[in-house]
């Protein structure tokens, strides 16, 4: 008797998660489609040949913008590839290595 005590359980509740519920379903599709879309960025570092010039960290004071700016200059064909999701490529920006070009990524 104490098997079936603790098997019924378990059984209804593999079986409540096997049923679809079509009401998470319609959550989740409206959550996808508020979703903003993926900004402008290149699929490969070739595309994006000749990379911008970037601002040297040397014309920054906080040692977190100076490493930010060094990494642009030392990876661009890493960063080139990234979206940057202040969604600036409204503003003409391809990629995250085109906020380095100006003061734009500094804040």
């Known amino acids: 008797m104490t098997y079936r005590r603790r098997i ?7 079986l409540a998660l096997a049923i679809p519920n079509h009401g998470d379903e319609k959550k989740n599709e409206k959550k996808k489609s508020s979703t903003p879309p993926v900004p402008a960025h290149f699929k490969s570092a070739e595309e994006a040949k000749p990379f911008p010039r970037t601002l040297g960290p040397e014309n920054f004071r906080h040692p977190a913008q100076q490493k930010a700016y060094q990494v642009a200059r030392e990876i661009p064909e890493v960063l080139v590839q990234q979206p ?3 969604y600036c490529d409204k503003m003409g920006h391809g990629s995250l ?7 734009h990524s500094a804040g």
Do not use: F, G, N, S
């Not at 290595?97 to 003061?103: P, Q, S």
């Open 8 to 14: 019924v359980p378990l059984l209804v509740a593999t």
């Open 97 to 103: 290595l085109h906020c380095h070009v100006d003061a």
């Open 84 to 86: 940057c999701y202040c």
